[in-house]
Nanobody, 127 residues
Framework: QLTLVESGGGLVQPGGSLRLSCALS????????MSWFRQAPGKEREFVAA????????VYSDSVKGRFTISRDSTKTTLVLQMNSLNTEDTGVYFC????????????????????WGQGTQVTVSL
């Protein structure tokens, strides 16, 4: 059974920070491309950040570049998204996603490129 379980969401004021975690189990994800996506009410699922399988290469959407950081822990069993300088437009349900191996760079931002998804964690940025 391959599972991804997100945690760390919550309510935060604009300018604040949150750290999301995605616990991985069932197989090794060290050589897998992994990403974070988010979905706001009434909107399509949106790419946030990715980390390439077998490397530390990262890719970010323009809207979060410089504020968010994606990483894997040393055991390769947890995917992390550190979110700083949050604003109201960051509100949504955040999902982690994974796929076996690597894909072309241009496909990283597409939800259909991923085979495994977590259940999501809610992030709300509000006064």
């Amino acid at each position: 059974q391959l599972t991804l379980v997100e945690s760390g969401g919550g309510l935060v004021q604009p300018g604040g920070s949150l750290r999301l975690s995605c616990a991985l189990s069932g197989r090794s994800f060290s050589n897998s491309d992994m990403s974070w996506f988010r979905q706001a009410p009434g909107k399509e699922r949106e790419f946030v950040a990715a980390i390439r399988g077998g490397s530390t290469t990262t890719v970010y959407s323009d809207s979060v570049k410089g504020r968010f950081t994606i990483s894997r822990d040393s055991t390769k069993t947890t995917l992390v998204l550190q979110m700083n300088s949050l604003n109201t437009e960051d509100t949504g349900v955040y999902f982690c996603a994974a796929r076996p191996g690597r894909i072309v760079l241009s496909a990283l931002r597409t939800p259909s490129s991923y085979d495994y998804w977590g259940q999501g964690t809610q992030v709300t940025v509000s006064l």
